[in-house]
């Protein structure tokens, strides 16, 4: 299970979420420095001048007078007195903010050494009315005076729930929002690279978006206009390569074939098969260069291509075996899938000892096509290798011919059918190359 989500919007919204709680821890630290203690002093400021004027008052007035003042301070809800000198009322400071509070107000109070206690349930919603006591010396008594507090009911938790519901809605919103700007642009550079990779030139993707959007959308299209012009010239130069070098090696043929009773047969022999390899060498470059991809789909009988193009070969006095089960008929490219066939039997022809099988069979909804023979076999690290342009094994395989463009043409018609071409050594020497192809009916 990973730790750290892997998709954008999962990250974009772990980092805005990230960036909430940070700035909630940050928020509370300046609300408790800037707001709580500053409020924490003012409410002291405020009590002790009530507390203070009252306490004086009493102090300084007749005995006989305070009971009447008292009750009338009390009538009106300016105060609340409790006359038992060993009452304890209300409870000690709990609360972080009755801490802050008793910071300041103490040292504001006439009386040092006054008790202080705190009557109420909650800070912001009480049951019970809510007062701060203060116990204070008149010199021949001792009484607590209770300072009343606002009347205000707030359910903070209910309020704290309601604002981070919203903080984390708000936050996927945002996280979907993000995502999808972001996406669409890499949705439309991974289609592209995707179609580029299998041979074929995407369409411009679109400019917009950002900045750096924009900037990696003029990059990608810059590459691939490049990279088409690069395979023009490519093809054009090989194209035109053996366009030349055809008329010369006919007129060399016909030359050998004129003084064929002049030279001894085994050197005409061998000149006559020197021609001919060069002539497929160049049929090689012209069937890369031809390519083929905008041959259209037909439905087809892919046993029958398999048979057509294996009669071609037993013609040529080369048998190739044979065992094709019965498999559905496809959408497929029959020109390309003939050429496909060509050139798997021809190398496995050449290069596996002239004893090669061809069986077909459907697996699950694809149909696959094994061409297996008892050559020496290609080590698996070099297959992927030999896919690519003009590369050849020549360590493992001897007699190497060609222009090894034979399995990268078999490769690229693969990916015209969205198919795959896998390659592995067959038990007791040699190789079996698996073509797999998806089965589309014809609508």
Known sequence: MRLFPNTLFARAMLVLISMIILSIVVGSIIYLYFITRPSASSTADLFSQHINSVHHALKTMQPEKRDSYINELVEKGFLAVNRDESALPGRGPEKMYEHIFLEYYPERLLDKEAVIRFDYDH???????????????????KIWLGTPMGDFQADFLSNLIAVLVVIVLLTLLGAFLISKVVKKPIKQ????????????????????????????????????????????????????????????????????????????????????????????????????????????????????????????????????????KGIENSMIKPIAMQRLFM?????????????????????????????????????????????????????????????????????????????????????????????????????
């Open 343 to 443: 050139n798997l039997i021809n190398n496995a022809w050449h290069y596996g000892r002239q004893d090669v099988e061809v069986e077909t069979s459907m697996l699950d909804d694809q149909i696959c096509i094994e061409v297996k023979d008892c050559g020496d076999g290609i080590p698996a690290s070099e297959i992927e290798r030999l896919k690519q342009p003009f590369t050849r094994m020549d360590k493992s395989r001897s007699n190497t011919k060609g222009a090894g463009l034979g399995l990268t043409i078999v490769d690229r018609i693969v990916q015209w059918h969205n198919g795959k071409l896998d390659m592995q050594t067959r038990n007791g020497g040699g190789m079996i190359v698996s073509v797999y192809l998806p089965v589309i009916l014809n609508d």
């Open 123 to 141: 800070l912001l919603h009480s049951e019970n009315p809510r007062i701060v006591w203060v116990k204070v010396n008149l010199g021949d008594e």
């Open 189 to 324: 550079l991974t289609h592209a690279a995707s179609l580029l990779g299998q041979g074929k030139l995407p369409e411009p993707i679109s400019e917009t978006g950002t900045k750096e959007f924009q900037t990696m959308s003029k990059a990608f299209n810059k590459m691939s206009n490049d990279i088409k012009a690069l395979e023009d010239d490519r093809n054009l130069m090989l194209a035109g390569i053996s366009h030349d070098l055809r008329t010369p090696l006919a007129r060399v043929r016909l030359a050998l074939d004129m003084v064929d009773n002049k030279i001894e047969k085994n050197l005409y022999d061998g000149m006559v098969q020197d021609i001919e390899d060069i002539d497929k060498i160049i049929g090689q470059f012209l069937t890369f260069v031809r390519d083929g991809i905008d041959e259209a789909f037909s439905y087809e009988d892919v046993n029958g291509i398999i048979e057509h193009v294996a009669t071609g070969f037993n013609l040529e006095g080369k048998k190739i075996k044979l065992e094709l």
